[in-house]
């Protein structure tokens, strides 16, 4: 499967996510097969926030994407890491950076205020975002985040910008949306 066809098997699964009609699952044939080895068809950098869970988002099931997550969809040495060895490793064709709407973490960021230093690192990578687009904007500012970590993502990882140059990888910025479940391809 290429990256087209990878991006267009998310957005199926979003479909029938957004309907309420999810593919019927057999967990264990697929916990079964994948015993020996994982190979995902997607790799996704997404927050931390629990109402917003890719396997559920794309209808996916046991060792279909390979999702890494953190507050803010922010990128550090060890994200970049997990997001090289999905990609090369793994061989996904497609790497998406999925935000999402009412993200707290860039709502901190937007508002300000001094948070206890472990916060305070996860706020100080999302300052470039709010920088540009404006702390009275928060939902514009997710949408800024998610374009400066994808474009941090090329600029920091080799390996990454690499693939994709060659045209083995596809990069999709993504926005959730609660109301509805939809997601919104961004770039």
Do not use: W
């Amino acid at each position: 499967m290429d990256g087209k066809a990878s991006l267009a098997r998310l957005l199926e699964g979003n479909k029938r996510f957004m309907t309420g009609r999810l593919a019927a699952k057999d967990v264990k044939t697929p916990r079964e097969a994948t015993k020996a080895g994982q190979k995902p068809f997607a790799t996704i950098l997404t927050c931390s926030d629990s109402r917003v869970v890719p396997e559920f988002i794309f209808d996916t099931n046991i060792g279909e994407i390979f999702v890494v997550r953190n507050a803010g969809n922010c990128v550090d040495v060890v994200t970049l890491g997990s997001l090289e060895y999905g990609v090369e490793h793994l061989h996904t064709p497609l790497l998406v950076i999925l935000g999402h709407e009412k993200c707290g973490a860039v709502t901190a960021a937007c508002s300000g205020g001094v948070c206890p230093p472990n916060i305070q690192a996860i706020v100080d990578r999302i300052k470039p975002a709010v920088a540009k687009k404006g702390a009275e904007d928060v939902e514009k500012t997710i949408i800024c985040n998610v374009q400066l970590t994808a474009e941090e993502i090329r600029k920091r990882s080799d390996v990454i910008s690499h693939m994709e140059h060659e045209g083995h990888l596809i990069i999709v910025e993504m926005k959730y949306f609660f109301e509805d479940g939809r997601v919104h391809i961004i770039r």
